[in-house]
């Protein structure tokens, strides 16, 4: 189908597609579902299906760091904040990531033997190169919340070497705080395996959105001091939080102090935004999993809900280009439809 064949059938609200166009042929179409509330998670905005059900992936990280503050293991161990943005992470695997993670796990007295999270290619390619396939599971974009998850292990006396298990009584805690934020009842939360190996929590949309909208503006919250230097530091330290040239690395650089952005695998995204003088919620899905479209999506959602140009540092993911290998382009992905207000 030609673009703008596609374009003149997509014009509803409460509908986005993103189109993969090549030398003006749409060679695909992403579906996706868009959920903003507020605090109270009330659903102001939404495209597609708001009750769409999915699981978090790396989303949930900022709330699987919090059973560490929580329980005290953050200040006895005498964490900082840079380690906490990468507890609540997924890094690329950069010196400064490794360092960051190797760091937490010696002021727990432990190393890096204890992470049991696999491993895999740094996502910076200029460190992944050198390293010849020689990675190891610091390297692995989810070191720093598994090392979070040893400490809170480590602090409370539970087991070590079995820190995976869905009954683990250190998953059980993250549980109870995803239940608390999300107004979910433990019992009616589905959990599954993540790719790190870790337990991984399914909710819907708006579930997902009025998390980030509590961690944006935690104040109704009983954790709310807690929220807030998990907010902070994701905020304060965008960098350690992803990495060079990462999605949610840009967007809060874009928007100094007014955006928390957590993507996840498989075309999810959340993010808190404070647009108006109040924080939202808001939470994306691709149903096909395409990182490009979801990020096109993302400032898209975000150019709607009257939250400006930013800063230009995340010009690459506004306006993503489909290129040649030589890096020719050839192509754009284009955002069409809108937001339904409710």
């Known amino acids: 189908m030609l673009l703008e064949e ?5 014009q509803a609200k409460g509908s986005h597609v993103i189109a993969e166009e090549r030398n003006g042929l749409v060679e695909a179409v992403h579906r996706a579902h868009v959920a903003v509330v507020n605090q109270k998670g009330e659903l102001l905005f939404s ?5 769409y059900l999915t699981f978090s992936r790396s989303c949930m990280k900022p709330f699987q760091a919090l059973p560490l503050l929580t329980s005290g293991a953050f200040d006895h161990f005498d964490l900082n904040e840079r380690e906490l943005a990468v507890v609540s992470g997924s890094h690329s695997g950069e010196t400064a990531h490794v360092e960051l993670v190797r760091s937490i796990l010696k002021k727990g007295g432990l190393d890096e033997s204890y992470l049991r999270c696999g491993g895999h290619p740094p996502f910076h390619q200029e460190t992944a190169i050198p390293l010849m396939g020689k990675f190891a599971p610091i390297h692995d974009n989810c070191s720093g919340k598994h090392a979070g998850v040893l ?3 480590r602090f409370r006396g539970y087991p070590l070497d079995s ?3 869905m009954d683990h009584p250190a998953q059980t805690e993250v549980t109870a705080a995803v239940s608390d934020l999300s107004g979910v009842e433990p019992e009616r939360i589905i959990i599954g395996v993540d790719g790190c190996g870790l337990p991984n929590h399914a909710l819907t949309m708006d579930r997902y959105a009025l998390m980030f909208a509590r961690l944006g503006n935690p104040s109704s919250q009983r954790t709310h001091n807690h929220l807030d230097r998990i907010r902070n530091a994701m905020m304060g330290e965008p960098y350690l939080v992803a990495g060079t040239g990462r999605f949610d690395t840009a967007v809060m650089e874009d928007f100094p102090g007014r955006v928390v952005s957590k993507g996840g695998a498989v075309g999810l995204q959340s993010m808190a935004i404070e647009v108006g003088g109040r924080w939202l919620g808001i939470s994306l899905k691709v149903e096909d999993g395409s990182y490009q479209a979801v990020t096109a999506l993302a400032y898209h959602v975000l150019d709607e809900l ?3 140009p930013g800063l230009g540092k995340g010009e690459k993911f506004r306006n993503v280009h489909v290129d040649t290998r030589s890096g020719s382009k050839v192509g754009m992905f284009h955002v069409l439809g809108g937001l339904r207000g409710t």
């Not at 495209?47 to 009750?51: D, E, K, L, M, V």
Request: proline share 5%.
């Open 151 to 153: 400490l809170l292990s």
């Open 306 to 308: 009257g939250m400006g």
């Open 163 to 165: 820190y995976l298990d």
């Open 6 to 10: 596609l374009r003149k059938k997509r």
């Open 47 to 51: 495209s597609g299906n708001p009750n």
